[in-house]
């Protein structure tokens, strides 16, 4: 399939970067494949989009190549002159000492020789059919030859044609045959370059046509230009010399004044088009060091180069279209700058430009920062909180969006002259509502929104939060579920949670407490307790859970009979019930091997018999009773027990 892909995109290319041409253009090579982005394109659009991008690529470096060879041009065009200045030095010269009449003929002759010969260098400076790496338009060596003749037959039909006219004049031919003489010369000038045109409309109707599969506005109009390019040249032409033909009034020098100001519009703007597109093709290409600082940056940057692409291309064709209606007689920049409608709508729009590339700026400028902390806690193995902030980076990017389009909305139609103060009096209402109708829901999202950022928990986390604990087991924006140690699952909104008791967070000290009988020697007690840990963290199992030994904080209470000895082990957060499990089942073993006992609470209970009035002829002999016995119970006071 990818073979398959690349060879209709060679096709695709060939036919797109070298129309008529004899020789096919190179293929794509794998670099130029390679580089093109294809992000959020449709697979149907992906060969147009990989064409496009080729010949872009190519566009610009040929016009890198022939700024590079237009020094070498300019002289060789100079050495091409040099020839003519000595021709036109001794034929000016040799005129000095003929008659007048041969002295007006031999002008006319190297006068339109001249001519004839500087038509002919200009064409062989732009398109160099002998020397094609000096070549400053891209056609094959059989197009420059084509040009070169044809250019050089028609100057030499009204060089010669016109400076026969005038050495017909000087020997007496009549005005009226003069003049139609004239006119049947430059009939068959114009018919030559009639017949230039048709020749040559396929392969510039080729350069003229989209190669998109799916073309927008911009290659609709430029495919109905391809197919009519050559009636409406053939139109132009026609009309030049039937006006000038017919001697209308100022017809043909308007006419010419139309046309040399439409081809230098044309040229200027395709020139401005060339440097800007081409400078932007330079900022826009990312290169490897800056590839390697910012991983996203090339892919930004592919995002928004067609944009920038279409958006300059847009502004020099809006430019050119003022420029053409200006040389054409339409007075289109004092409407602008007189008209109160034309002055409201080029700030209006120089205003919404402005905030559209600020609210751009801001969007890419946020969504940088955060997809570089993103690659920051990848790059740090924090892959939970990478994760969760993933998770909440389509909410933030949604909510900076809604900001963004509302703020950009309501200027652009302020801008264009409706009144935002009804809309924003009523969206104040709505979010006033909405804030008392769904204040809880609010506070959920608002307090899951600063506990995710300030990495309050993540996944796995023993946590306790609203009296409740609990394994994390999800984190949404509004709600944590959490897995207790029975099993049950507790399900918690973000606006009950006030504080947060987080266990996993790098450390957790195991807390030891032993209970010995008073008679038992404590700083013995103290020193094997000590001797348990030294052992276990020169383990390889408890060595990484273990940031230290037995911290001992000595004898914490005493009373009936019992010593209580405490201290504690800091351990990472994950070890610390491992340790502590594991010290306390090796400290009841060395307890049995070296005779020590743990301390075993002693209950004294007083039991206290009260006497009861017996009738008589029942009381029974007190002897009877057991010594000290009382029938009735004694309060719970008695007890000790006062709950």
């Not at 160099?128 to 040009?147: C, F, I, K, M, T």
């Not at 209970?515 to 390889?540: K, N, T, W, Y």
């Not at 994950?574 to 340790?579: E, M, Y």
């Not at 007190?622 to 309060?635: D, E, F, H, K, T």
């Amino acid at each position: 399939m990818r073979r398959a892909a690349v060879a209709r995109v060679d096709a695709a290319v060939q036919a797109a970067d070298a129309p008529g041409e004899a020789a096919p253009a190179p293929p794509p090579t794998r670099e130029e494949l390679d580089s093109t982005s294809l992000e959020g394109v449709a697979p149907e659009d992906r060969e147009a989009v990989t064409v496009e991008h080729v010949l872009r690529r190519r566009r610009f470096a040929r016009t890198l190549a022939m700024l590079r060879r237009l020094p070498f041009v300019l002289l060789c065009f100079v050495l091409d002159l040099l020839p003519l200045g000595v021709f036109i030095g001794v034929g000016y010269a040799g005129t000095l000492f003929a008659t007048p009449h041969t002295s007006a003929v031999l002008q006319a002759a190297i006068g339109a020789y001249v001519i004839c010969r500087l038509a002919t260098s200009l064409t062989r400076m732009f398109f160099a059919p002998g020397v094609p790496n000096l070549r400053l338009v891209h056609v094959s060596d059989e197009g420059a030859a084509y040009a070169v003749v044809w250019v050089r037959r028609i100057f030499a039909i009204a060089a010669f044609g016109y400076g026969a006219s005038q050495i017909g004049a000087l020997f007496g031919l009549p005005i009226p045959a003069n003049d139609a003489f004239l006119k049947a010369v430059f009939l068959i000038v114009h018919l030559c370059v009639i017949v230039m045109i048709l020749q040559c409309r396929e392969s510039v109707a080729a350069r003229i046509r989209s190669h998109r599969t799916n073309p927008g506005v911009g290659g609709r109009v430029r495919n109905r230009l391809a197919s009519i390019w050559h009636l409406a040249a053939i139109f132009y032409i026609a009309a030049l010399w039937l006006v000038w033909a017919a001697e209308v009034r100022n017809g043909y020098v308007r006419i010419w004044h139309v046309f040399l100001t439409t081809i230098g519009v044309l040229v200027i703007a395709r020139l401005l088009s060339i440097v800007a597109l081409g400078a932007l093709d330079r900022v826009m290409r990312v290169s490897p060091d800056a590839r390697a600082r910012f991983p996203g940056l090339e892919k930004r940057a592919d995002r928004y180069h067609p944009l920038l692409r279409r958006s300059v291309s847009f502004a020099l064709v809006l430019a050119t279209g003022l420029a053409l209606l200006q040389a054409w007689g339409i007075d289109t920049l004092d409407w602008f700058h007189h008209s109160a409608l034309g002055g409201k709508l080029a700030s209006a729009t120089l205003t919404i430009v402005v905030e559209a590339a600020l609210a751009l700026a801001v969007w890419e400028a946020v969504n940088a920062g955060m997809d570089s902390h993103v690659a920051r806690l990848q790059q740090q193995a924090q892959l939970a909180r990478s994760a969760r902030l993933r998770t909440l980076l389509p909410i933030l990017r949604t909510l900076l969006l809604v900001v963004l389009l509302a703020t950009f909305g309501l200027t652009a139609l302020s801008e264009i002259g409706v009144n935002i103060a009804p809309l924003l009096a009523g969206a104040g209402i709505l979010g006033v509502a909405i804030g008392f109708g769904s204040q809880k829901l609010v506070q959920d999202f608002i307090t899951g929104i600063f506990l995710l950022v300030e990495n309050a928990m993540q996944v796995g986390d023993w946590v306790t939060v609203a009296g409740l604990s609990g394994s994390v087991e999800n984190l949404s924006i509004r709600t944590m579920r959490l897995r207790a140690g029975d099993g049950s699952v507790h399900i918690i909104p973000f606006s009950s949670v006030s504080t947060v008791t987080n266990v996993n967070r790098g450390i957790g000290n195991a807390a030891i407490s032993v209970a010995v009988p008073i008679a038992e020697d404590s700083d013995h007690v103290s020193e094997v307790m000590s001797g348990i840990a030294r052992e276990m963290r020169g383990e390889d199992r408890f060595a990484e859970m273990m940031r230290s030994d037995f911290q001992l904080w000595g004898v914490d209470r005493v009373e009936s009979g019992v010593v209580t000895i405490v201290g504690q082990i800091v351990c990472t957060d994950s070890g610390r019930w491992a340790v502590q499990r594991e010290f306390n089942r090796r400290l009841t073993i060395r307890f049995k091997e070296q005779g020590l006992r743990i301390a075993t609470p002693v209950t004294t209970v007083f039991n206290h018999i009260a006497h009861e009035a017996v009738p008589v002829g029942s009381r029974r002999d007190a002897a009877a009773a057991p010594s000290g016995q009382l029938a009735v119970s004694p309060p719970p006071a008695a007890l000790g027990n006062t709950s």
